[in-house]
């Protein structure tokens, strides 16, 4: 199964027009940002491994994701989680019931009897992988050097279709959870002296926090990606009112976006339509659509006034 070669296309978004780029498309299944960073995977030899660990929340787009690569590879995924709510627990929904679908073990670290003070990748680290000589594990969010061979086949179809446009000024623009996309997406535009420029804008923690990420894994700092600045802290799996009404302004499209991420997304979108407004721009969809179940859920219980569904 080849994971590569989603479409390109244009759509208006704010009263200008944007180049979507339809990750969320890549596959019927796991298409999405997740699927490019584990692509590498699914070129690995498995015949020495049954098991694939991985951790993050029980929402999380890598734990579906995960599930299905592992449906692929013929083995088992093992997915641990600090804990699963009660509210999850009795409505099984998106990400979270599509992995139980697929196969995949969700494992509380809250309810296990040896965790002691253990966070859950130390838990993983001294508890669980020690005793597992057939386990491939992957850090949480897809953060690993592998990840580079999907992203980079990413950079490299919107470099081909680069070359096809005329403006001189194009800029791609994604949110960053970990920044491991758009890093190695600015790494590679770097290292082949293309002129596309990323932009970026961080969902998880700030912008310090998301540069030291990058800085992780890349001391060059002339390759990374450029941080847009929304004047505002937002925390991570939080509801927000300009989440959902940002996101609302979209409906209606062949496209859908997603409520963790693209809310940040399309702020920064537009904000450097403001700012830039030549500017030829392309938004990378990173897929998670599956995730909207709950989300909206949620949004619904918080704000009853809205009309979500
Ligand atoms: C994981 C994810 C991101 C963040 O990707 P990073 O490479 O961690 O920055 C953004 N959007 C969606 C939909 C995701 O699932």
Redesign the pocket.
């Known amino acids: 199964m080849l994971l590569i070669n989603s479409p390109i296309e244009q759509h208006e978004l704010f009263g200008f027009p944007v180049f979507i780029k339809r990750d969320d498309l890549l596959h019927q299944a796991v298409g ?3 699927a490019r ?1 584990f692509a590498a995977l699914l070129e690995m030899d498995f015949s020495e491994i049954d098991t694939l660990i991985g951790y993050g929340s029980a929402q999380a ?2 734990l579906y994701t995960m599930a299905a690569f592992a449906q692929l590879k013929g083995c088992q995924l093992e997915f641990y989680v600090d804990h699963i709510s009660d509210w999850l627990t009795a409505h099984p929904c998106g990400n979270y019931r599509g992995a139980l679908q697929l196969g995949a073990r969700v494992i509380p670290v809250a309810r296990q009897a040896d965790r002691g003070e253990l966070s859950v990748a130390g838990y993983i680290e001294q508890r669980v992988l020690p005793a597992r000589k057939r386990a491939m594990f992957v850090p949480e ?3 690993f050097a592998l990840a580079a061979r999907g992203v980079e086949q990413l950079a490299k179809e919107l470099a081909d279709w680069r070359s096809t446009v005329g403006s001189p000024n194009v800029k791609v623009i994604l ?8 890093l190695f997406l600015s790494r590679y535009f770097y290292r082949n002296h293309l002129d596309l420029k990323v932009i970026t804008v961080p ?1 998880v923690g700030g912008i310090e926090y998301l540069r030291s990420q990058f800085t992780e894994l890349e001391a060059n700092l002339a390759c990374h990606p450029q941080i847009i600045d929304l004047g505002r802290k937002y925390h991570f799996g939080k509801l927000y009112r300009d989440f959902v009404e940002i996101w609302q302004q979209t409906r209606g499209r062949d496209v859908e976006f ?1 409520l ?3 809310p940040l997304g399309l702020m920064a979108l537009r904000q450097i339509q403001r700012e830039d407004p030549s500017a030829c721009l392309v938004y990378i969809h ?3 659509i599956l995730g909207n179940e709950t989300m909206l859920a949620r949004y619904q219980r918080k704000y009853p006034e809205l009309c979500l569904s």
């Open positions: 999405g940002n997740k960073k787009n890598s969010g897809g953060r949110p960053a959870g970990t920044g491991t996309t758009a969902a997603e963790l991420y693209d990173q897929g998670g």
